[in-house]
């Protein structure tokens, strides 16, 4: 069984070829002003024309409003659309629906008890991202969560895991959850939002190790 790869936080072309050498699956391009690993939507636009037909696109948006959204979507074109702040399971549907553009849903996961409210976005999110509990910033903080949470849970919507994953962790973490995807952002730079080419092969190959283990 292969485990899908998501590289998060690209800003430049030598790092999109890096994730696709690596053999990932997705790369995210993070439109929040607020993140190192921001980028403007020109910028985006560039970075998904350079990207080779093997990784899909997925854009990063933190509570933009429907003009924002819009735009954004537009003038990156991307596979994908992942919300990452506190959006709504209605609006997630709506844009799903208006874009016609698979949209995923990154949420903190503190306990059980959040486990069980992932399951309102049943119909509306094509994946849920279960990532750490969001702080300053929504992701990306290089933070993990406890991953026996998500130990015998029948989840009803496809699903991720992110939070703090790096080549060392990934697969004790995929030993304790099986998750059919993983993200990584921090864990694959040299500094906040740089991304390093190295890391990114690491992480790849510990991931498709694993895999070829089961």
């Given amino acids: 069984m292969k485990t899908q790869i998501k590289i998060c936080g690209?800003?430049?072309?030598?790092?999109?070829?890096?994730?696709?050498?690596?053999?990932?699956?997705?790369?995210?391009l993070v439109h929040f002003e607020k993140s190192p690993r921001h980028v403007t939507l020109e910028r985006a636009a560039e970075l998904r024309e350079a990207a080779p037909d093997s990784?899909?696109?997925v854009l990063l948006l933190v509570n933009a409003d429907?003009?924002?959204?819009?735009?954004?979507v537009n003038m990156v074109r991307p596979d994908l659309i992942q919300f990452h702040g506190g959006?709504?399971?209605?609006?997630?549907?709506?844009?799903r629906d208006q874009t016609s553009i698979k949209v995923w849903k990154a949420l903190g996961l503190k306990d059980k008890a959040t486990l069980a409210k992932s399951s309102r976005f049943e119909g509306a999110a094509d994946r849920l991202l279960f990532d750490a509990p969001a702080k300053a910033l929504p992701?990306?903080?290089?933070?993990?969560?406890?991953w026996s949470v998500l130990?015998?849970?029948?989840?009803?919507?496809?699903?991720?895991?992110?939070?703090?994953l790096d080549s060392d962790n990934v697969v004790r973490a995929?030993?304790?959850?099986?998750?059919?995807?993983?993200?990584v952002?921090?864990?694959?730079?040299?500094?906040?939002?740089?991304?390093d080419v190295d890391r990114i092969a690491a992480f790849c190959q510990a991931v498709r190790t694993y895999d070829k283990t089961r």
């Fill in 55 to 57: 990784l899909k696109i």
């Fill in 87 to 95: 959006e709504t399971p209605e609006w997630i549907k709506l844009v």
């Fill in 139 to 146: 992701g990306g903080t290089g933070t993990s969560f406890d």
């Fill in 10 to 28: 690209l800003s430049n072309e030598a790092s999109v070829a890096a994730a696709a050498e690596a053999g990932a699956d997705y790369i995210g």
């Fill in 66 to 72: 429907p003009k924002l959204t819009g735009r954004a």
């Fill in 185 to 195: 952002s921090s864990g694959v730079e040299s500094a906040p939002g740089v991304k």
């Fill in 151 to 164: 130990a015998g849970h029948e989840h009803k919507v496809p699903w991720g895991l992110a939070g703090g």
């Fill in 174 to 183: 995929m030993e304790a959850t099986s998750p059919p995807l993983v993200d």
